[in-house]
């Protein structure tokens, strides 16, 4: 396609939102060239499929660029580290955002390119991060945000999309906006909005209901290296790999389903449905690690850094200069990070049965209740002492009641 056509790239994932700005970029915003571009960052591979079919269908210069593996590795992985988490749920779509938005850079510049579009709308977090990401790596872009500009409604969308013959799988009955990759999947819209709904079994694809679950507990031990899930049971695998496996056993097992009221960036109070059958577990075995091989300061100091690593990277700023600073006290954690957790999956419940490392700050001899290695008379004065202000305290106050 030739550079001195007007085009714009649009960040696509072939979904309502995206979809309707296509016609809008031609026929409202005057672009001759819309440039579609599809990031797999582990969406079902019919979805990418649906998405390219889709470009085509409605005349798009279209591109899938393949970032599975990257996205495990550098943004599933950090987020393990960290233990990612925002207001009880693990961080799955605001992780990917950054990398969407490289990716979009990265095509345009070999297109020289330089106006983008993107399907966020003007309530959710999904703007920020994306138009941050954009202008992070390159500066003079211009942005489009036809959803937003034109304060769309879901419904006139629907409408929209089908006066224009583009193909959708939304109704006005089953209005579902969905967002996958591998690490989550977030279910919103509808009547799903509404606080008090509860979720029907349909918004569900990776997880069973505990009720389907198969009646019987299947144990499962994770093998970590420096802070990073290796291996599932004793079986090796690449990042992309291993969480997919994990997506498959948790889910199965009805681990994963995470129903919540979440406060986004611009003070809206939404309510949101989860599956992220693979980060619950690993989190969880990775924080059962931590606690076997960090020592207690660590543990309270390192549970500050990862909630405000979280926040950043909830917020999409994943090239803030504090979120490496904040990264180079928890890879230094991570370097003892290394050994391996058992777990317990049935219905929906997971437990932890069993945490073994080299690096282990935990010895038998010395807590066992049979030993006496540990020589409990040496507790004697510590004991005596204990709390000693807090009894002056309170001795004071006493002494100040009776003397009224």
């Given at each position: ?34 440039i ?21 269908i ?10 599975k ?6 943004f ?11 207001e ?5 779509t ?53 959803v ?6 879901r ?52 997880t ?32 992309a ?5 994990m ?19 611009l ?34 100091f ?10 950043l990277a ?43 490392s ?10 066992s ?28 106050v ?7």
């Amino acid at each position: 396609m030739s550079k001195n056509k007007k085009q714009v790239v649009l960040v696509y994932s072939g979904g309502l939102d995206t979809s309707v700005c296509i016609p809008l970029m031609r026929e409202d915003y005057g672009y001759e060239n819309v440039i579609t571009v599809t990031v797999d960052v582990g969406q079902p591979a019919e979805d990418i499929a649906q998405a390219a079919e889709k470009a085509k269908i409605l005349g798009t210069e279209h591109y899938t660029v393949d970032a599975k593996e990257e996205f495990a590795e550098n943004f599933c992985f950090s987020a393990i580290k960290a233990n990612a988490d925002y207001e009880g749920y693990p961080l799955s779509t605001s992780i990917a955002r950054p990398l969407i938005a490289a990716k979009a850079v990265e095509v345009a510049k070999k297109l020289g390119a330089t106006a983008f579009a993107h399907g966020c709308t003007g309530k959710g977090n999904d703007q920020f991060r994306i138009e941050y990401g954009i202008r992070a790596l390159m500066p003079d872009a211009t942005i489009h945000a036809p959803v937003r500009e034109r304060n769309m409604t879901r419904s006139w969308e629907i409408e929209y999309a089908q006066k224009k013959n583009i193909p959708i799988k939304q109704s006005l009955e089953k209005i579902w906006s969905i967002d996958e990759n591998l690490w989550g999947r977030s279910i919103e819209g509808g009547r799903l909005e509404e606080p008090d709904f509860a979720p029907p079994e349909e918004i569900f694809q990776w997880t069973k209901s505990p009720k389907a679950a198969a009646d019987k507990v299947q144990e499962v031990t994770i093998d970590f290296k420096a802070g990073v899930p290796v291996a599932v049971n004793g079986v090796s695998a690449s990042p992309a790999a291993l969480i997919a496996r994990m997506n498959q056993i948790a889910g199965d097992n009805g681990i994963g389903r995470i129903d919540i009221m979440e406060d986004r960036m611009l003070g809206l109070k939404v309510r949101e449905n989860y599956e992220c059958p693979a980060a619950v577990t690993l989190l969880a075995a990775h924080k059962a690690l931590e606690a076997l091989v960090l020592t207690t300061d660590e543990l309270k100091f390192k549970a500050k850094i990862d909630s405000q690593w979280s926040n950043l990277a909830y917020s999409g700023l994943w090239w803030d200069p504090l979120k490496d600073d904040l990264e180079a006290f928890i890879t230094s954690t991570q370097k003892r990070v290394t050994g391996s957790v058992s777990m317990r999956l049935y219905k929906g419940n997971l437990s932890i049965i069993g945490r073994k490392s080299p690096w282990a700050l935990y010895s038998e001899d010395l807590a066992s209740f049979d030993s006496t290695t540990f020589d409990q008379k040496e507790s004697t004065g510590m004991v005596k002492n204990f709390g000693l202000q807090q009894r002056m305290y309170f001795h004071l106050v006493e002494k100040y009641k009776r003397e009224q």
